[in-house]
DNA sequence: TGTCGTACTTCATCTGTCGTAGTAATTTAA
DNA sequence: TTAAATTACTACGACAGATGAAGTACGACA
């Protein structure tokens, strides 16, 4: 597993990688983090929209209502121009901080 | 720079690669960061010692006083053995992290 | 004499994560 | 057919780690 400490400051980015081609909801976003990282990382849902929360006073995401078939809603999230901006930003901050991590790390090759 | 928030879970592990070869002190810990980073991380004093606290709570490290030569004292840690095991593990936990957040980064090649 | 560098300590605040709990609808399994 | 699991959230409070502000104290240098 993965330290959550480590998440932190990535969990935003994350989910505004999942929100760059289309919008989504938290459910699936959820799913997606899962499985994409390889059930390595599996965010909890307080985390999860606690960011949503973050991400939409940031100007970031927007948020809409859709009906599904028998009047249940789910609240989806589409990415702002500012959103694409501020996540191109963090990626650029991410090869950085790789960098810099890297210096103090040792590789070891065992299982 | 860095965003502290990443930087986060690996504090503890960046000052305990420090300890590996020799016992040292704050100060000089701080300038070995700077340094390494090529000045892209500069870690706060309060930020440092209070990881060096949690550190010994934890066991990772001991520490000692060393008089300098007019009655001035320096604060040594030193690095224990459950400290090394500590690192190591995170170290291998740094290389998962790494493959789990690169999944969702796109690389931006421009300057 | 005053400022800079070294070497810390204390305290209070803030942010993001997480545990617990609760709600409510739909889908699946016994 | 009924219970359990899944979907899709919201609210609240606690906690850990980073940080800002401030202070202490000594030596070197100008």
Known sequence: M???D???GYNDTIILYLLLDHPSYGYE???????????????????????????QKNGYVESF?????????RTYYRITESGV???????Q???????VINQFIKEVNFK
Do not use: P
């Open 93 to 99: 901050e991410w090869e950085v901080t790789k960098e």
């Open 6 to 8: 480590v998440i932190r």
């Open 29 to 55: 976003i959820s799913k997606k983090i899962k499985e994409m990282s390889d059930e390595k990382y599996i965010i909890k849902e307080t985390t999860l929209y606690s960011a949503f929360n973050r991400l």
């Open 85 to 91: 901006n501020y996540y191109y930003e963090k990626c």
């Open 65 to 73: 209502y859709q009906e599904q078939s028998h009047g249940k809603r």
């Open 2 to 4: 993965i330290s959550s």
